[in-house]
């Protein structure tokens, strides 16, 4: 049960889908007076195929007028595009592979969303995020969702505990069955609607497409790590480590039949190599760096601290040993071997079900490629 505090206004982040309609309805139940806000954050183009914003605000009117309460719009694209997606884009030139999704978080839903909110007289915000909050100490900590198939504290590792004191999560202890039982009992279409996988507020797009409107291909060799060219890459930005779909690599005469993996990616030769081996050397990491470092109390975790830590959403937690080489940056030794560590990608830290914060992967222990040939 979510503690209410006498006439305290709650804005929920009314997406159109189905969490967010429950988190709405559950704290309706609660006795919670509740307003929605649906969030615009990409012009729309179908240059790049579908986009769903249309469907969206529509389901999101209709999980409103059967709750009967009032749905307001903001557009927040400039925001988005500002702070979000030009990073993002720098990200890719660098020849990294960036999370949008944690940036979108931090700058729009538990910023601009929740300034907006506050500035139409929201005492809080509410969101379907599967989280769960608790304070210690006099600030707000973030905990996984009870439901860990589902749970999404990776993305909002970088959201503070000032940020967190404002927000509730309504469906943060619940199971993903037992919400689309609750949206189906109370009439909303949308219980049975696909979650969202597409980058955060653009959609389900043709990646390669949408990404070359923005930044030009370069298309450059694709070697083995010996050397041979067997190939060629549309552009390095296409391609992520540990990466096997979209190679275009066929029969390689030399080699025996079996999958080819991207090993690692030579920004200054613009080369592209690859290998058959799924545990390949090179795509195994000991090690990480990481920069640009939040942790969600503002304070950086206590030396000796005995730590797990994930390098990608849905990963099993790893033990890991965090030094502190400054206060922007951080070294991980993993207990053991990590696979496909990557550059721009985000590692998030956490002590038993508690998320700590994390950082933007910098550098990994893999082999250098020039020594190799």
């Known amino acids: 049960m979510i503690m209410n505090t006498p006439g305290e206004q709650i804005m929920v982040a009314m997406s159109g889908g189905v969490d967010s309609a429950v988190s709405a309805l559950i704290l309706q139940r609660q006795g919670f007076p509740i307003s929605a806000m649906f969030m615009k954050n990409w012009e729309e183009d179908d240059r790049f195929g579908e986009c769903s914003a249309a469907e969206d605000v529509a389901d999101a009117e209709s999980i409103s007028a059967i709750l009967g309460v009032?749905?307001?719009?903001?557009?927040?694209?400039?925001?988005?595009?500002?702070?979000?997606?030009?990073?993002?884009?720098?990200e890719y030139r660098q020849g990294r592979t960036p999370?949008?999704?944690?940036?979108?978080?931090?700058?729009?839903?538990?910023?601009?969303?929740?300034q907006h909110a506050e500035d139409l007289g929201a005492d809080k915000i509410a969101t379907g995020h599967y989280v769960r909050t608790d304070r210690k100490d006099g600030k707000s900590r973030l905990l996984r969702g009870l439901d860990?198939?589902?749970?999404?504290?990776?993305?909002?590792?970088?959201?503070?505990?000032?940020?967190?004191?404002?927000?509730?999560?309504?469906?943060?202890?619940?199971?993903?069955?037992?919400?689309?039982?609750?949206?189906?009992?109370?009439?909303?279409?949308?219980?049975?609607?696909?979650?969202?996988?597409?980058?955060c507020f653009i959609g389900e797009r043709n990646f390669t497409a949408f990404l070359s409107d923005f930044i030009p291909a370069k298309p450059g060799d694709i070697q083995t790590t010996d050397g041979r060219v067997i190939g060629e890459h549309?552009?390095?930005?296409?391609?992520?480590?540990?990466?096997?779909?979209?190679?275009?690599?066929?029969?390689?005469?030399?080699?025996?039949?079996?999958?080819?993996?991207?090993?690692?990616?030579?920004?200054?030769?613009?080369?592209?190599?690859v290998g058959q081996q799924h545990e390949h050397p090179w795509l195994l990491s000991t090690r990480l760096q990481a920069r640009q470092l939040t942790w969600v109390s503002g304070e950086t975790p206590a030396a000796g601290?005995?730590?797990?830590?994930?390098?990608?959403?849905?990963?099993?937690?790893?033990?890991v040993t965090v030094t502190m080489i400054d206060n922007s940056c951080m070294?991980?030794?993993?207990?053991?071997?990590?696979?496909?560590?990557t550059p721009g990608q985000?590692?998030?830290?956490?002590?038993?079900?508690?998320?700590?914060?994390g950082g933007i992967i910098e550098t990994m222990n893999t082999p250098p490629v020039t020594s190799k040939l």
């Open 305 to 319: 601290s005995k730590l797990t830590a994930k390098i990608r959403y849905r990963q099993q937690d790893q033990s």
């Open 234 to 273: 549309r552009g390095l930005m296409f391609h992520t480590l540990g990466q096997r779909q979209g190679l275009g690599i066929g029969g390689v005469r030399g080699y025996p039949e079996a999958p080819w993996y991207v090993l690692h990616k030579d920004l200054e030769n613009n080369v592209l190599y």
């Open 331 to 341: 070294q991980l030794c993993f207990q053991l071997p990590q696979r496909a560590v």
């Open 148 to 199: 860990h198939q589902k749970d999404q504290s990776y993305f909002l590792y970088a959201v503070g505990h000032q940020q967190l004191a404002k927000t509730i999560f309504p469906i943060g202890e619940m199971l993903k069955p037992t919400v689309r039982q609750l949206a189906l009992e109370a009439g909303f279409a949308v219980y049975d609607k696909k979650d969202s996988t597409g980058i």
């Open 99 to 114: 999370n949008p999704d944690i940036l979108c978080n931090r700058e729009i839903k538990f910023k601009t969303f929740l």
């Open 346 to 357: 985000s590692v998030v830290l956490y002590d038993d079900d508690v998320c700590l914060g």
């Open 70 to 90: 009032k749905l307001h719009a903001r557009n927040f694209a400039a925001e988005y595009w500002d702070n979000v997606f030009e990073e993002f884009l720098n």
